[in-house]
T-cell receptor, first 114, second 114 residues
Framework: AQSVAQPEDQVNVAEGNPLTVKCTYS??????LFWYVQYPNRGLQFLLK??????LVKGSYGFEAEFNKSQTSFHLKKPSALVSDSALYFC????????????FGSGTKLNVKP | DAGVIQSPRHEVTEMGQEVTLRCKPI?????LFWYRQTMMRGLELLIY????????DSGMPEDRFSAKMPNASFSTLKIQPSEPRDSAVYFC????????????FGPGTRLTVT
């Protein structure tokens, strides 16, 4: 069955330090993977996606994500965290074998402390 | 483009009343999704339309919930009768049906049922 797992409910990091938010997935067909960010009282915003090609994809606000097929992972990264990056982050996979439905992880709350 | 438009942004109603939430997807998008978000249950997919046709409504909680998409530019989610446990933020999102494309979320409707 298709699924997305975000093993950490919360990630704490100091401003200026690198950050990683973890995501693993399970899908029967090609993995189409997405990261979204949600700020308080807002809708989810698209950050970046992996479709094919280079395993390192770059997105908005300096974020990037690394696709690893053997580990079925798609971790979100940023070299230097900002306090303003504090938000809720969702990983998602789109299943082309199931009418292109999206499956979302449970979300990871990122706290960046000054 | 104005993005996905949802109305109302906030709705407070009494138990037993009918509630109608509205969504206008991004022009040209042919997939539309309704989600519900609560602290307890996270982000849940309620129903998914493709080319105005409901594809997957397995997430609709019960018969009190119904959704329609009469044309490509408008969808409604109706709750009748409403109950306090329906209190949540309801999001509409739209996309292209191609699995490579991301979803775009509206700002959400915060529903409070007293």
């Amino acid at each position: 069955a298709q699924s997305v797992a975000q093993p950490e409910d919360q990630v704490n990091v100091a401003e200026g330090n690198p950050l990683t938010v973890k995501c693993t997935y399970s899908v029967s067909g090609n993995p189409y993977l997405f990261w979204y960010v949600q700020y308080p009282n807002r809708g989810l915003q698209f950050l970046l996606k992996y479709i094919t090609g280079d395993n390192l994809v770059k997105g908005s606000y300096g974020f990037e994500a690394e696709f690893n097929k053997s580990q079925t992972s798609f971790h979100l990264k940023k070299p230097s965290a900002l306090v303003s990056d504090s938000a809720l982050y969702f990983c998602a996979v789109r299943d082309e074998g199931n009418f292109n439905k999206f499956y979302f992880g449970s979300g990871t709350k990122l706290n960046v402390k000054p | 483009d104005a993005g996905v438009i949802q109305s109302p942004r906030h709705e407070v109603t009494e138990m037993g009343q009918e509630v109608t939430l509205r969504c206008k997807p991004i022009s040209g998008h042919n997939s539309l999704f309704w989600y519900r978000q609560t602290m307890m249950r996270g982000l849940e997919l309620l129903i998914y339309f493709n080319n105005n046709v409901p594809i997957d409504d397995s997430g609709m909680p019960e018969d009190r919930f119904s959704a329609k998409m009469p044309n490509a530019s408008f969808s409604t989610l109706k709750i009748q009768p409403s109950e306090p446990r329906d209190s949540a933020v309801y999001f509409c999102a739209s996309s292209l049906s191609d699995p490579m494309y991301e979803q775009y979320f509206g700002p959400g409707t915060r529903l409070t049922v007293t």
